[in-house]
Every structure is written in C-alpha cells, then in structure tokens.
C-alpha cells in the first residue's frame, strides 16, 4: 500500500471535513477516536477526532486515559534515583531507591498501549499539523475535500530551530564536563549513578548535534496537489 504524509495548515484545521476512511488502512468502517494534537503526552486537548481501524483506536483510546498519568512514573523514578544518589539510605534503603527509579518507568511503558499507529498527528514547528503514512487514498480524498491540505513525501522538517539543537548540544557537552571535572577532584567516593550521567549526557550532546543538520533539502520528495 502506497502511502503519503498529509499536512494541514493550521488555519484549517478547526473546519476540516474528514473523509469516513480509516488513515491507517483505509478502511470504509472506521472507528472515530479523539487523538490528542499537544506536544505533551499528558494533555488531552487540543485534540481532533480521527477514523482508525478497530485495532488501531483501541490503543488510542488506552493511551489516552493513561496520558494523564504519564508524568507521575518520571517523578517517582527522579524522587527514588536522588534519594539513592544525594540521601543518607542504608544499603537495604539504597536497594530499595534504585530498584523504584528502574523499575517504576519499565513498568509504566508496560501499560502504555504498544503499537501506536505511525498516523499519530503532531504540530510542526510552524503550526501545521502534519499526519505521517496515510495510505495515498485516503489522502486524496482529504486534498479533494479541503483546499489547501497537501500529501507530500518529504522528511519532516525538524521540530525546532538549529539554534535550539545547537545550544542545547553546547550546554549538555558543558554539563556533561563540568560533573566529570566534580567527580575527579571532589576527594570522595561518587555514587555510581552519578558517573553514568557524564556519558548519557555526552550522548544525548551529540544527538542534538546531529539534529542541526535538515533530514532533506525541499524538492527531494514530491508534493500534491501543488
């Protein structure tokens, strides 16, 4: 099955006429389901109501319960590694911490619904929305129905500016040396958890670093109606 990402200019978003085809296989009988159009998992609105297959919006529907929630498993997970890094515990305490700061977020992603479709909508930095592998069907019938939403295959562009990517991959490699300069020369013996942090730190620099580059030039992919 062919498919395309469809992307809605945000002054068109409130007065979309959404065609009865499901946007994950393009089936006749779909299931409508309110999908959360916020950057933040845990917020509910704003949202729009989508067609999926039965499979598909019964996960969505999961998910959305549950993202309410979603902040409070970080939490736990925060309040038991300091405990374990910064606290006076003693060792059975210590065992304890570290277990809830692991334990805790595999738990979590155990009852989150797996499997999401790829079709969850998100805003672009521009405030589009753009809805990722609709079959090319299903996306031509949107274009037919509301003037102004395009189908394109294009990479997505970047949720943020490459002055953001950069700052951030700056601060972190900042960080990340200033708590292995601490480490050293602090005279005493660190918590392990503590050392661990340096390199995700690191990692996560060069993450944001590779994101300064564009996934594609424009024009690589086409887009329709033009």
Same mark, same amino acid.
């Given at each position: 099955m062919q498919r395309t990402d469809l @992307? @809605?200019?945000?002054? =068109? @978003?409130a007065g979309l006429q959404i065609p009865a085809l499901a946007i994950t296989? *393009?089936?006749?009988?779909?299931?409508?389901?309110? @999908?959360? !159009?916020?950057?933040?998992?845990?917020?509910?609105r704003p949202s729009l109501r989508l067609p999926l297959d039965?499979?598909? %919006? &019964?996960? %969505?529907?999961?998910?959305?319960? /549950? %993202?309410?929630?979603?902040p409070l498993p970080v939490l736990i997970a925060l309040a038991a590694w300091s405990a374990a890094t910064f606290g006076d515990l003693s060792r059975p305490g210590n065992l304890v911490a570290i277990t809830v700061a692991g334990g805790v977020p595999v738990a979590w992603?155990? =009852?989150?619904?797996? &499997? !999401?479709p790829r079709q969850v909508p998100y805003r672009t930095r521009l405030g589009d929305l753009r809805i990722p592998q609709v079959p090319v069907e299903v996306a031509r019938e949107w274009a037919a129905r509301n003037p &102004?939403?395009?189908?394109?295959?294009?990479?997505a562009p970047r949720q943020h500016t490459r002055r953001f990517y950069a700052a951030w991959s700056v601060g =972190?490699? /900042?960080?990340?040396? *200033? !708590? !292995?300069?601490?480490l050293?020369?602090? *005279?005493r013996e660190d918590f392990i958890l503590l050392w661990m942090l340096a390199p995700v730190l690191l990692l996560t620099a060069v993450s944001m670093a590779l994101k300064t580059q564009s996934p594609a030039r424009? &024009?690589? *992919?086409?887009t329709w109606p033009s």
């Open positions: @992307v @809605v200019p945000s002054e =068109l @978003v296989d *393009g089936a006749a009988d779909p299931d409508w389901v309110e @999908v959360s !159009l916020s950057t933040w998992r845990f917020r509910r039965p499979r598909s %919006a &019964g996960k %969505a529907r999961r998910d959305r319960r /549950l %993202a309410p929630w979603s992603s155990l =009852l989150r619904p797996r &499997g !999401l &102004g939403v395009t189908a394109t295959d294009e990479p =972190l490699l /900042l960080a990340a040396a *200033g !708590l !292995l300069v601490v050293a020369n602090d *005279g424009p &024009g690589t *992919g086409p």
